[in-house]
C-alpha cells in the first residue's frame, strides 16, 4: 500500500524558510502528481501546490506563487515544498498525497487524491 511520510515542519518567525519533505513508498513515480495541501483549525483544506511527475507541470495557489517552490526528486520518490517568505496566515497541517495521472491548472485542485499523508505542523510566528 502506498505511504506518504512529511517531515521539515516546526516553528519559524515570520519571513523565514522552511523545507517540507514527502517521502513516498510503494508507488511508482510514473503517471502520477503530487500535491501539498494545507488546513489549519476552523478553515477548509486548501490546495497549495502540485507537480505532475511526468511532465514536471506545477501549479500553485495564488496565495503561495512566487514564495513557494515545488519539487520532486523521481529517483528517490521524495518531493519537497520549499517555502520562502513564510507569513502567520501560512500556519497550518500540510499533507502530501498523490494522485494518479497528470494534473493541470483546474484539475489538481479537484478532490481525487488517493493517498494521503498523516501531515506536519507549520507555524509561523509573527
Known amino acids: 500500500e502506498v505511504q506518504l511520510v512529511e517531515s521539515g515542519g516546526g516553528l519559524v518567525q515570520a519571513g523565514g524558510p522552511l523545507r517540507l519533505s514527502c517521502a513516498a513508498s510503494?508507488?511508482?513515480?510514473?503517471?502520477?502528481?503530487i500535491a501539498w495541501f494545507r488546513q489549519s483549525p476552523g478553515k477548509k483544506r486548501e490546495g497549495v501546490a502540485c507537480i505532475s511527475i511526468d511532465d514536471g507541470g506545477t501549479y500553485y495557489a495564488d496565495s503561495v506563487k512566487g514564495r513557494f517552490t515545488i519539487s520532486s526528486d523521481n529517483a528517490k520518490n521524495w518531493v519537497y515544498l520549499q517555502m520562502n517568505s513564510l507569513k502567520p496566515e501560512d500556519t497550518a497541517v500540510y499533507y502530501c498525497a498523490v494522485d494518479y495521472g497528470p494534473e493541470d491548472e483546474d484539475s489538481w485542485l479537484e478532490p481525487t487524491y488517493e493517498y494521503w499523508g498523516q501531515g506536519t505542523q507549520v507555524t509561523v510566528s509573527s
Open positions: 510503494e508507488l511508482t513515480f510514473d503517471d502520477v502528481s
